[in-house]
Each structure stands twice: as C-alpha cells, then as structure tokens.
C-alpha cells in the first residue's frame, strides 16, 4: 500500500535529509519511525502523506507515485491521511469543536452528522466535555489529544502521528499508545514516528530505523 | 447540489461570524467602499436630474424666420401655406413688419429714437415651433426651411439647449470615466482588506492545505468576505444618496414653491440601484479572488 524505492529528499538549502530508503508498509499495519532527533523521520512521514515530494526514487502510495501527481490532484491525496503533526498545528483562535471539525469540512461533511462525528472523535480521546474551550486553555496531554481526535475524525485509512507522546508522561503516553493500537485493531494503518524505545519495543511491530537518512533496519 | 449549497452555507455562516465579530472595522471598511461608491453614483444622480430639468424647459424651441426686407404679399401667403402642410411644423404665427416695428417703437420706449429714423428696418417675419425638441431634428428644419424662397436668415434660440445638451454628455462620459477609476480603486481596497483578513489567517489556510484543502476550499469563505464588502458598500453609497437627496429636497422646498416649480432631485430609480450593487458586489468578488489568487501562488 506504501512503497518507498531509494528515496532521497534534499531540502532546498542543500541537505540530504534521507538517503536510498527503500520499505514497504501493507495495508492495516502498524509500523513505527524510529532514530536519533534531526534523522529524518518527519522528513519521512511527511514523503508519506504527499506534503514533500522526494528528489530521488519513487513513492508509491496505493499504486500513485506522489511524484507524478497533478497539484490539483494532492489535496485529494492527502485526505487519505489522518495526521498528528509533531507541532500539533492546533488553531489557537478557534475552539476545540471547531478545530476538531475542520477536516470534515474539508470533506464536504457539514451539519448533524459532522457534529456527532466531532463528538465521538473528542468521545474517544476523553475530550468531551470541552467543546467550547480554546487550546490555549487546554493542558500540553489535552492538546496532544485534540490534535488526535483532529486526525480520526474523518475516519481515514491510514493514521499517521510524528510524535504523538512526546512530551507526556508515562502513564498518558501508554493511554495514547493504547488509543493508536484500537485503530490499528480496526484496520486501520498506524505509522508512528517516535524515538521513545520503551513504546516500541513493548509492541512488537514493524520498525523502520534510521541514522541521518539512511536506513539501517 | 443540496452538498454543494451546503458546502456555501458554511462558508457564508463562517464570514458572516467573523464580520460581526469585527463589527467596527468592517463599518468602517463598508463606509470607505460607500463614499467611494456614492462619487460617481452621486455625478449620475446630479446629471439624471439635470437632464430631466433640461427636458422640461426645452419643450418650446422657437425658430423665427425672417423674410427678404422687400417680400411681397405674394411671398408670405406662400410661405404661410408651405408652413400649414409641413409635418414637423407643430404651430407658427405671422409677424408683420409695421406690427412688429409699432409693437417695439411702444414696447421699448423707443419712440424718440425711432422717430429719428425714417424707414421701418424691420423684416416680416414667422415665429415656428417644432413638433420634435431635438436639437438635430429642429436644425435640420432650420437648414431646410433657409432654402426657401423669399427667407433672409433662420434663427434657432435653441443654441443654448444644444450646449446644455452637449454638456450633459461630457457629464455622462465623465461619469463612465469616473466610475471606471473609482472601480479600480475599490477592487483595489477590497484586494487589500482581504489581504488583511488572509495574513490573520494564514496558520488556518497552511493547517487546511496540509490536510487536504482544495484551493476552492481555500478561496471560498474570502469570495464571500469580498462580495459582501462590495454588496454592503453598494448599499451605503446607496444610503448616502438618499440621505443627502432627502435632505436637498427638504431644503429647496421653500425655493421651489417661491418659483411656483414642484422640481425635487428624483432618487436613483430601480435598475440603477441594481447596477450600483451588482457592480459593487462584483467588483469586491474580483478584488478578493485576485487577492486570494496571488497569495495561494505565493506560496507554492
Ligand atoms: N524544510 C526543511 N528545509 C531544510 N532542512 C530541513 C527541513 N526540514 C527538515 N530539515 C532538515 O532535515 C533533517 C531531518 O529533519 P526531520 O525533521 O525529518 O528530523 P526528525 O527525525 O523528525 O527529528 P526530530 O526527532 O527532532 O523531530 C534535519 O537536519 C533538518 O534540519
Ligand atoms: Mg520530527
């Protein structure tokens, strides 16, 4: 369903932030980025979800190579993907029904049925009673959760999230994972990016690892 | 469709809250689009009224035709009938020579002055009015009627009708002008204000984009803000007319009844009032889909 084939991306300023990657995640896996901070596994998921385009190899996305696609054709794209981004990217003047809300609008899914999607996302990530509140106002584990509940609410087939507990404690960061296991339980696929061992290592999955761009498993 | 009406509706309700939410800004914003608006709308509505006041005095162009000096009797009577069967001819009358000079001797006081004269200088003459007050029409019976035989000089005083005329279409063409440079400016204050609204927004449009916004997604809710800037303009020029209307005819109501005239500047009428606001509304629609269009390629 994803296909990476010696995929390199250099940043327009020159660097090399991935290097001759080459993996495969099928569809309904759960597959975690891993390695040190400024290795490359934002750069990653964001080739993934057809934000950056790759200056070397190919990316195949359900058969699509990203690279090939129609400007016109990549917002149609990217509403394949749920996404957490790793800054959260929450709308501070907005609320939390309204943050939550936005994809669904995107979608074209509008009055009773986008709220009672809205609730059942903020139902899920233990967000219910804050509809009316700003981010601002909301704890950093709070807007960790609404950034989630943002990245399901249109029920997406894949569900991407660059760092979705980094800065929780343990306690919220196994609830989190255990939020992301239910939707990999459903069929859902979950690609994580975390350099967190711990969250890793308990589950078992797929790991992609990497050292300043290059892949080493 | 009920999808697509929905998808407008949003976008609609989302302008509507964040206009009302910056209630003081954007009358102040409708304010500036109405004075510019109310200028050449304004011009229109002051040339409208002119023409109209035109129209009622014109109503009456004389042409005097003066005969040779020595026209015979014979002379007249045919000119009188060439007169009765013309069809633009609407009504003349005769004047003769010894009436005309005994009517000015006593009219003028000029009796002692006259006396010194010998001969009477005056011509016979006929005084015509036009069926038609166009000026074209009413010159080419004067060009035709100079033909005739016996006739010395054909004298319109509808000269100052044609200047006012001529004026009034200079006015008419300045106001085009006008209005075209002030439409310029509006597309231009729209442009800017939704420039404004899209930097105050940029984080929501990049969020949007990153998850999948189309740029007509993108674009919508400021087509709306724009358009509703141009319509709400629209309708203040349309208010400030009105106001300032009312109150010139509230203020020439004592002049007017002086003069015995029932003249009152009329309102713009209702076709007019539908050009201004779909003018305006289209305008603030250009404005903001310029403006949306180069900052979504700004940022590619
Ligand atoms: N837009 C960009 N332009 C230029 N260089 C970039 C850009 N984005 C990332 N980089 C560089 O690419 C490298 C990889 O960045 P990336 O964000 O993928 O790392 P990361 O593995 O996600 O790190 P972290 O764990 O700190 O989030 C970094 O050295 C970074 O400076
Ligand atoms: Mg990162």
């Known amino acids: 369903m994803i296909k990476f084939d010696q995929v390199g991306k250099l940043y327009p300023g020159g660097y090399e932030a991935l290097r001759n990657v080459s993996f495969e995640i099928a569809k309904g896996e759960l597959a975690f980025v891993t390695g040190h901070s400024g290795a490359g596994k934002s750069t990653l998921l964001k080739l993934i979800a057809a934000i950056e385009r790759p200056t070397a190899g190919t990316v195949l996305i359900g058969n699509q190579n990203v690279a090939k696609l129609r400007p016109a054709a990549i917002p149609h794209m990217r509403r394949k993907f749920g996404l957490v981004f790793q800054d959260h990217k929450l709308l501070y003047d907005r609320n939390v029904y309204d943050n939550v809300v936005l994809p669904l609008h995107i979608n074209g899914i509008l009055g009773n049925e986008a709220a009672k999607r809205v609730r059942a996302a903020l139902d899920k990530v233990g967000l219910l009673g804050k509809e009316k509140a700003m981010p601002i106002t909301l704890s950093g584990g709070e807007q960790q959760r609404l950034a989630i509940a943002r990245a399901v609410v249109s029920r997406p087939s894949i569900l991407i999230a660059d760092e979705p507990t980094g800065n929780l404690d343990e306690t919220y960061a196994a609830e989190i994972m255990n939020l992301f296991y239910a939707f990999h339980q459903v069929g859902v696929t979950v690609i994580i990016a975390s350099h967190d061992a711990s969250t890793i290592a308990a589950s078992g999955a797929k790991v992609l690892r990497l050292d300043h761009g290059a892949m080493t498993s | ?300």
């Open chain 2, 1 to 300: 469709m009920k999808h697509w009406i929905s998808l407008h509706r949003e976008a609609l309700r989302l302008v509507l809250d964040r206009m009302w939410s910056t209630k003081l800004a954007t009358l102040m914003m409708l304010s500036v689009i109405g004075l510019t608006l109310s200028l050449p709308a304004g011009l229109y509505l002051v040339l409208d009224n002119a023409g109209r006041l035109a129209g009622g005095i014109e109503s009456d162009p004389q042409i005097s035709l003066f005969l040779n000096i020595d026209a015979s009797n014979e002379t007249v009577k045919a000119l009188d009938k060439q007169l009765r069967s013309h069809k633009m001819v609407k009504d003349y009358r005769f004047v003769g020579r010894d009436a005309a000079w005994a009517e000015l001797k006593q009219k003028a006081g000029l009796d002692d002055l006259a006396g010194g004269l010998e001969k009477n200088p005056l011509p016979d003459a006929f005084i015509v009015h036009a069926r038609s007050n166009e000026p074209e029409t009413i010159e080419q019976l004067r060009q035709e009627i100079a033909q005739w035989d016996g006739i010395d000089h054909v004298q319109l005083d509808t000269a100052w009708v044609k200047r006012l005329y001529s004026l009034l279409q200079v006015g008419r063409q300045a106001v085009l002008v006008l209005a075209g440079m002030l439409g310029f400016a509006l597309l231009a204050v729209v442009g800017n204000t939704i420039r404004l609204q899209i930097l105050t927004q940029r984080e929501e449009i990049e969020v949007s984009q990153l998850i999948g916004a189309t740029n007509a997604f993108i674009r919508r809710p400021f087509l709306y803000a724009g358009s509703l800037h141009g319509l709400g303009g629209g309708i203040a020029a349309w208010l400030l007319l009105a106001a300032a209307t009312t109150l010139f005819n509230f203020s020439i109501e004592d002049v007017a009844r002086l003069y015995a005239s029932d003249f009152r500047l009329t309102m713009l009428d209702g076709g007019t009032i539908l050009i201004l606001l779909g003018g305006s509304t289209l305008l603030g629609w250009l404005g903001s889909y310029l403006a949306v269009s180069r900052y979504l390629s700004s940022i590619h």
